[in-house]
């Protein structure tokens, strides 16, 4: 009987570990620079890739390479091979094909300032892993980007209220309209109809091509760290620079020349610190 209670244990555990998710491991790098070191927190949910930096990482794959390719409010890129021992002016951050994965972009990674993304090529959304960059991005507030929103979006919006708005809507708003006697009551039905009309409009419009709405998340961000917004949905962002933000912005502002490399070589070495 002991024996076979002792079978049952086994097997219960058994199943449990085949079967109960695993928790993983959060990460950490140090990038560390001559203006200064930048904590990287990498993320779990883009495996591959974050693996694949890690395994670079411990090579030394970055180390003694530069910050190639700074443009300011954008983003500062670096870790490219041919930069570890180019001349002064040469241009650099050549991609390498045969350092491509395939990407894993998740619509919860924001381009806010600090995240680490993996460039690819032109229509081809394969991380290079050859290099990387930290987006800087900048910030406005949040009546800025819903302004934004509406003057991107203004066609779609203009052609999703023509297709909501048939004469069968429009005669029950007008039949709906309250006027100055109206009760309470009158006026929330109203109300109610007016809101249902406007989220029809609102639904066909951010389901139409080309369009560009942007998350609570996004918005949080955009108007408070800063972001480039236009990277959104299009590059593997796999971690965030949760230490030393203000580096970014040191290495931002160096002078450049017509190839965007600073004249001031900013060199990095990499670690794991977790």
């Not at 990287?40 to 495996?47: A, E, I, S």
């Not at 080309?210 to 998340?217: A, K, L, V």
Request: net charge neutral; charged share 25%.
């Amino acid at each position: 009987m002991m024996s076979k209670a002792i079978g049952m244990t086994l097997a219960v555990c058994l199943w449990l570990f085949m079967f109960t998710p695993s928790f993983a491991q959060t990460h950490y790098v140090m990038i560390e620079t001559n203006m200064g070191n930048m904590k990287v927190m990498l993320y779990d949910d883009t495996p591959n890739t974050t693996r694949n930096f890690l395994k670079k990482v411990r090579e030394g794959y970055y180390d003694e390479t530069l910050f190639g390719r700074v443009i300011p409010t954008f983003m500062i890129q670096g870790g490219a091979p041919d930069s570890r021992n180019a001349g002064p002016g040469w241009s650099l951050g050549y991609g390498d094909i045969d350092e491509e994965i395939d990407g894993e972009i998740r619509p919860n990674h924001i381009p806010k300032k600090g995240a680490l993304a993996a460039p690819h090529r032109e229509h081809v959304k394969n991380s290079d892993m050859s290099m990387f960059f930290i987006v800087q991005g900048y910030a406005q507030s949040r009546e800025y980007w819903k302004g934004w929103e509406k003057v991107h979006n203004e066609d779609a919006r203009k052609a999703a209220k023509k297709k909501v708005m048939t004469k069968a809507v429009q005669d029950t708003l007008a039949a709906l309209k309250p006027d100055a006697f109206a009760t309470n009551e009158v006026r929330a039905r109203y109300n109610d109809f007016v809101r249902q009309i406007n989220h029809k409009i609102d639904s066909i419009a951010r389901a139409t091509p080309g369009t560009r709405f942007f998350t609570e998340d996004e918005l949080e961000a955009y108007s408070t760290v800063g972001g480039a917004y236009h990277l959104y949905g299009d590059y593997t962002i796999y971690g965030e620079v949760v230490e030393g933000l203000e580096v970014i912005d040191k290495i931002a502002i160096l002078e450049t020349n017509s190839a965007d490399r600073p004249r001031q070589d900013v060199r990095m070495r990499l670690r794991v610190i977790k």
